[in-house]
Nanobody, 117 residues
Framework: VQLQASGGGFVQPGGSLRLSCAAS????????MGWYRQAPGKQRVLVAS??????NYADSVKGRFTISKDNAKKTMSLQMNSLKPEDTAVYYC?????????????WGQGTQVTVSS
């Protein structure tokens, strides 16, 4: 399965961005889906996940980020509000942590988000 994140860019602190994820196959209704990010020099971490409508967020983004998906359109989104410089990272979409990065669900290129004044 190929997953491609898009929608990143440069934004000032306090701004918003909306990331999108497209998949080559219909997986959004079958698997836990997540958004991950990797800041320079740091490990990739899960920041938001969605499973059958239930969502979970890392403490660092709770209240600011919203994950959603459209199974019919095979897309997933991450609405990011009140962005902070520490949100700067490459963002990736994938399935849940147990399978993300496996040979069935390799990491895509990700999309760069830069928050700076």
């Amino acid at each position: 399965v190929q997953l491609q994140a898009s929608g990143g860019g440069f934004v000032q602190p306090g701004g918003s961005l909306r990331l999108s994820c497209a998949a080559s196959e219909s997986i959004f209704s079958t698997y836990i889906m997540g958004w991950y990010r990797q800041a320079p020099g740091k490990q990739r971490v899960l920041v938001a996940s969605i499973n059958s409508g239930r969502t979970n967020y890392a403490d660092s983004v709770k209240g600011r980020f919203t994950i959603s998906k459209d199974n019919a359109k095979k897309t997933m989104s991450l609405q990011m509000n009140s962005l902070k410089p520490e949100d700067t990272a490459v963002y990736y979409c994938n399935v849940g942590p147990s399978l993300a990065g496996s040979r069935w669900f390799p990491w895509g290129q990700g999309t760069q988000v830069t928050v700076s004044s």
